[in-house]
């Protein structure tokens, strides 16, 4: 964004992606899982779990639900985060070995809500300390579900943020454009005068790009996973 004499402006509205952009997973997600199963007696390798759970998310279906009553999204987003675990666990063939496979699932899906299993990137607090100082609103666009606002409170992120967007209450997903622009509808701010920076080239950067922000991507290192 530049004035009327070439220079680069401040952005009235910065979004930033949350996993991969402001916190990561401790580890891997595989070993977190198979640490997890392990106290349910269930012994697997947390490589194996890796790439299995990898596998299920690329194929499922977006973390969205159209048309449901709000009243039903923590169910819907627990039902949905079940249905990779489970495949998760079926893939590496272990899944008959739970006694209680709900139960399991409810402590895993409890665990990725508290602080314990994230870390918080190094350069994410001075940027946005930075940004704070010169008087730029900052929100969070994200893919995740209504745990994200525990996860940020218990990370001690949420005070940086005066919204927070994710796909589960917003009815789509990133890369759609439509959810960028509903983000952006809380700070009647144009989409020229806003950035967004995330990790996920087509998620992030081509979505916000297509919707007419400035999109900024973050690379950060392959070998943090994600969930």
């Not at 194996?48 to 194929?59: H, S």
């Not at 973390?63 to 675990?85: G, S």
């Not at 100082?133 to 001690?156: P, T």
Request: hydrophobic share 45%; charged share 20%; glycine share 6%.
């Amino acid at each position: 964004m530049t004035n009327d004499k070439g220079q680069m402006t401040n952005p009235k509205v910065i979004l930033l992606d949350a996993v991969g952009t402001l916190f990561g997973v401790r580890g891997s997600v595989g070993q977190i899982y198979s640490a997890i199963a392990r106290q349910f007696n269930v012994n697997v390798p947390p490589k194996l779990v890796n790439d299995a759970f990898f596998q299920a998310f690329a194929a499922a279906d977006p973390l969205v639900f159209p048309d449901t009553d709000p009243k039903e999204i923590h169910e819907c987003e627990f039902e949905w985060w079940r249905v990779i675990a489970l495949r998760t666990f079926q893939k590496v063939g272990v899944l008959e070995q739970f006694a209680d496979f709900t139960d399991f699932f409810d402590h895993l899906y409890t665990h990725f809500a508290t602080a314990e299993p994230w870390f918080i990137y190094p350069d994410v607090i001075p940027a946005l300390e930075a940004w704070q100082r010169v008087g730029i609103q900052l929100g969070v666009l994200s893919n995740f579900d209504s745990r994200l606002y525990l996860v940020l409170k218990a990370l001690n992120l949420d005070e940086f943020f005066s919204s927070i967007t994710i796909s589960t209450e917003a009815g789509m997903a990133k890369p759609d454009p439509k959810i960028f622009i509903h983000a952006l509808q809380k700070y009647e701010c144009e989409p020229s005068q806003a950035w967004h920076v995330g990790d996920s080239l087509r998620e992030d950067y081509q979505g916000a790009k297509a919707a007419g922000l400035r999109a900024i991507w973050l690379e950060r290192s392959q070998d943090l996973a994600e969930i």
